[in-house]
C-alpha cells in the first residue's frame, strides 16, 4: 500500500485574517462568524486605541475605508466609531454591521468557539504604548476559557511590552520579508514566531527556523497551491481571507 503524505494545513493552523474577509466584511463579527461557519478555529484581528482608549478592531488608522463615518480613531470616541455602519460598504446585506471593540469581540469569539491572533497596530494618533499594551491586557483577561490568545505586531517594541505583561503567550514578529539578519534580530525580542508575506517563504529559511524551534505562518495567502511545497518543510500556518479554500 502506497502513504500519499498528506499536504496542507490542519485547522489550528489556519487563521481566518480579519475574519473571513473575502466573504464578509473585515474585522467584524459577521466576518468572525463566517470564519467560524467555515471551520476556522483561528482569526486574525487588528487593534488600536480610539481617543478615548477604547481597544478598537480595526485595521486602519482612519475609519473612512471601512465605515459609513469618516475621521481618525484619534479623533473620535469609542461611542462615536460603534455608530458607524460597518458592513454596506462590503455588501449592502451587511448593513448594519459595526466595527466591534475588542472586549465585545472577544465575548463573540467565545460563542463562536474560536481563539485570537491580537495584531497590535501601532498608530501616530497612540500616546503611549504602555496604554495600549495594558488596554489589550484587560480586555484579554475576559476572554472565554476556550478562547486561546496570542499576539502579533510590526512593532517590536509592542511584543516587548506585550511580554512584560504576559509572558505565556505566544508572540509572532510580522516581517513582510525578513531582514537579512532576522535571526540576530528575533533574538533580540520576546517573539518565538515569525509571520511573514508568503512570497518570501523560503525552504532554507523553513529549514533554519525548524532547526531553531522557531514557528512560521504565511499571510496572507488565498491560494493553497502557493503554499504546497512549505508545509512539509516546516510551515507552521496560514492567514488568509478564505479559510475554506485551505479546510477543503
Ligand atoms: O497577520 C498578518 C497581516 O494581518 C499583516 O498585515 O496589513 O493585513 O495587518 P495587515
Ligand atoms: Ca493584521
Redesign the pocket.
Known sequence: MTLVPSIGPTGEEIQA?RGASALAPENTIAAFRTAAEQGAKWV?L?VALSMDGKLIVI?DDSVDRTSSGSGSLGELTGEQIASFDAGSWFDPRFAGERIPTLAETLVALGELGLSANV?IKQHKHHKSLDQLVEAVQADISHRAPGTKIMI?SFDPAALTAMHKLEPDLEMAM?WGRPPEDWAEQLAAIPATTI?MHFKALSIGMLEETTKRGIKVRA??CNDPVQLVSFWGAGLGGV?TDNPKLFLG
Open positions: 485574517h486574525e487588528d485595521h495584531e502579533s510580522l509571520h499571510w496572507t492567514i
